[in-house]
């Protein structure tokens, strides 16, 4: 299949990693819009959350948590930080396979950045 983050979960494509399990990859997202800027992905191709199955729920529940953890590895976890999920082109998703992002590392954020 021709999905660039299945390519960089599979190692085709290098990236940035910085967390990895059996089910989940993260890394540093290539166009940064803040100094803390991560994508995390289920390994397997999921298109978004229309395309997700109850199967899919441990995957889902992992990304959470790893989300939880990347932000303390970040030191994210007492400043805050942003999880974000684009879903569908009017939110302006532009990779087709599910990933959140985490955002931090500015003391504001805005109410309504896109990313
Ligand atoms: P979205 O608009 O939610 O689909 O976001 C896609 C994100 O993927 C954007 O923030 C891009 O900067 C990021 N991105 C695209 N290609 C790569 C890549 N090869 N490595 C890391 N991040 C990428
Ligand atoms: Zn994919």
């Not at 390519?7 to 990859?25: D, H, M, N």
């Not at 441990?58 to 879903?87: Q, T």
Request: hydrophobic content about 45%; some cysteine.
């Amino acid at each position: 299949m021709d999905c660039i983050f299945c390519k960089i979960a599979s190692g085709q494509i290098p990236s940035e990693k910085v967390y990895e399990s059996q089910k989940i990859l993260a890394f540093k997202d290539i166009n940064p819009v803040a100094p803390e800027h991560i994508l995390i992905i289920p390994k397997k191709h999921i298109s978004n959350i229309e395309d997700l199955a109850v199967d899919d729920s441990e995957d889902i529940a992992e990304l959470i948590f790893a989300a939880k953890e990347i932000a303390r590895e970040h030191a994210l976890s007492d400043k805050g930080y942003r999880l974000i999920i684009n879903n569908g082109r009017a939110a302006g998703q532009e990779v087709f396979h599910l990933h959140m992002h985490i955002i931090g590392g500015k003391e504001y954020l805005g109410p309504m950045i896109a990313k």
